[in-house]
């Protein structure tokens, strides 16, 4: 069972609908005591990283969060969802992230291209990963403003290019991120999500 944390900021309704398009079982719930008996969680995001992390604050989620990763049951942060799992962002100042992952969030400089971020990108594999089991780099979409500063990261498993190198997806032990919005990404971004339900499936059936 999937647990999609809703704090008030997420597009739920793609999410959920990409989840029961690939036929997982799912719930939609902000309350930690519910979320708690997720097999795994999904962190989706739409809009600014202050808000987000007040929001997550003032629910309890954030040391929730955190000891559901301690515990090694599997997160998915989507769009904003992935920058929160940061140490720190530098949007409307520096504000402290969840700290799963070492990284910054930082903002596209911009000037000869515009900001923010928003269209069809190429995603290039760094390094080998359960998600792209199966899988051909291709196109995903992107909206976003600020990206995770994370090149040369031990986390970085694929980038993209938007005259910055992009972190498009993150991972280290359970914890994944992914800046582009899987459900409206196609096959690849479909592929992906299913991929990592998979990923889920087998740590529950080894358990």
């Not at 097999?39 to 600014?48: E, F, R, Y």
């Not at 993150?170 to 914890?175: A, L, P």
């Not at 990592?196 to 499936?201: A, G, I």
Request: proline share 4%; glycine share 12%; hydrophobic share 40%.
């Amino acid at each position: 069972m999937i647990g999609i944390v809703d704090y008030g900021m997420g597009n739920l309704f793609s999410v959920s609908k990409a989840l029961e398009r690939l036929g997982a079982d799912y719930f939609i719930s902000g309350k930690k005591e519910e979320l708690a008996g997720a097999d795994a969680l999904l962190l989706p995001g739409v809009g600014a990283f202050r808000d987000a992390m007040v929001r997550l604050n003032e629910d309890g989620l954030t040391p929730f969060l955190r000891e559901y990763t301690e515990s090694g049951r599997p997160l998915l942060g989507i769009c904003l969802g992935m920058q929160l799992l940061f140490e720190k962002s530098e949007e409307n100042g520096l504000t402290d992230g969840l700290g799963l992952l070492p990284g910054v969030v930082r903002r596209f400089p911009g000037g000869e291209y515009k900001v923010p971020h928003m269209g069809w990108n190429r995603l290039e594999f760094v390094k080998s990963s359960p998600l792209f089991e199966g899988l051909s780099e291709d196109y995903v979409y992107f909206v976003h403003s600020y990206f995770v500063d994370a090149k040369d990261s031990p986390v970085l498993l694929a980038k993209a290019n938007y005259n910055e190198e992009v972190s498009a997806i993150v991972g280290r032990g359970t914890i994944y991120g992914m800046q582009f919005h899987p459900e409206k990404s196609s096959k690849l971004g479909m592929s992906l999500l299913a991929n990592f339900l998979k990923m889920v499936d087998e740590r529950k059936a080894e358990q």
